[in-house]
């Protein structure tokens, strides 16, 4: 079984590379002895990178919050997965809804982004997730399906090999609101994600990618997230920027994948 990963989406925050700094250094020291079984990824704002990438342990990585399709070029203002990794950057979030909702991202820019990222040897955290509207509608499979046959539609089997993909749960409606689904509700959106994928490519290749889920995760609720739904580990957005408690979910998830189902 492959280590449980834990992702930190800092999203547009610490406002300084010096606190970026500091909350990154106490989380190293904090896990300095934790055991091999995790990987943790920090996804700061671009400009806080470099900054960063003279810290990193085998067990703690860099990730960046999104990334363009092309290699380089007149793109102003982009940032592209080349440029990653040369920060040394490992992984990219693809896809976050946030930028769905607020950037234009669109199933289609997804899927050219998942490409390059690939192309480039970054690990993309690929994010899905229903609106609440979506969700009273009980169109939570439907959307999910979409999503993930749209940003996959042109990525081979080959791309995906190797645990370089992830896929992350994050409903809509449970991104900082203090709100989850339970875990038998993401249970299955766990196995529904892994039949795609075993539908798309093959048993082996799905069994292969690591599930995530996000939205609302803290130190109360993480333990149980991996216990009991079986999913591979967490995107965390607000309480990935309180050293303490960031640090308390890691350790919970550690505690709990021994014990985890499916
Ligand atoms: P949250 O955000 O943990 O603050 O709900 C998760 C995310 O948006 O990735």
């Not at 040897?121 to 994010?127: A, E, R, T």
């Not at 196995?191 to 609302?216: D, H, P, T, W």
Request: proline share 3%; charged share 25%; glycine share 6%.
């Amino acid at each position: 079984m492959f280590k449980s990963l834990v992702v930190a989406n800092w999203k547009m925050n610490p406002l300084t590379s010096e606190e970026a700094l500091r909350l990154f250094k106490i989380v190293k020291k904090e896990l300095k002895n934790i055991e091999n079984n995790i990987q943790i990824v920090i996804c700061p704002p671009f400009t806080q990178l470099s900054t960063l990438s003279s810290q990193l342990t085998t067990n703690l990585e860099l990730g960046a919050q999104n990334c363009f399709w092309e290699e380089k070029g007149a793109y102003t203002g982009e940032i592209s997965p080349k440029i990653l990794r040369n920060l040394d950057c490992n992984y990219v979030i693809i896809g976050h809804s946030e930028r769905r909702k607020y950037l234009g991202e669109t199933d289609k820019t997804v899927s050219k982004k998942l490409k390059a990222a690939l192309k480039n040897n970054l690990k993309p955290i690929l994010c899905i997730g229903e609106t609440q509207e979506q969700n009273r509608e009980s169109k939570t499979d439907k959307v999910l399906i979409h999503q993930l046959q749209m940003a996959l539609e042109n990525v081979s089997k080959s791309e995906i090999s190797n645990y370089k993909l992830q896929v992350a749960y994050e409903p809509v409606w449970a991104i900082g609101t203090g709100v989850t689904p339970n875990t038998d509700e993401i249970m299955s959106v766990k196995l529904l994600i892994r039949k795609i994928l075993a539908k798309m490519y093959s048993r082996s290749i799905a069994e292969k990618v690591r599930i995530l889920y996000g939205g609302s995760v803290s130190s109360k609720n993480a333990g149980d997230f991996i216990k009991h739904t079986g999913m591979d580990g967490l995107l965390v957005g607000g309480a990935s920027l309180k050293a303490t408690e960031f640090v308390r979910i890691v350790k919970n998830v550690i505690a709990r994948s021994k014990f985890r189902k499916g």
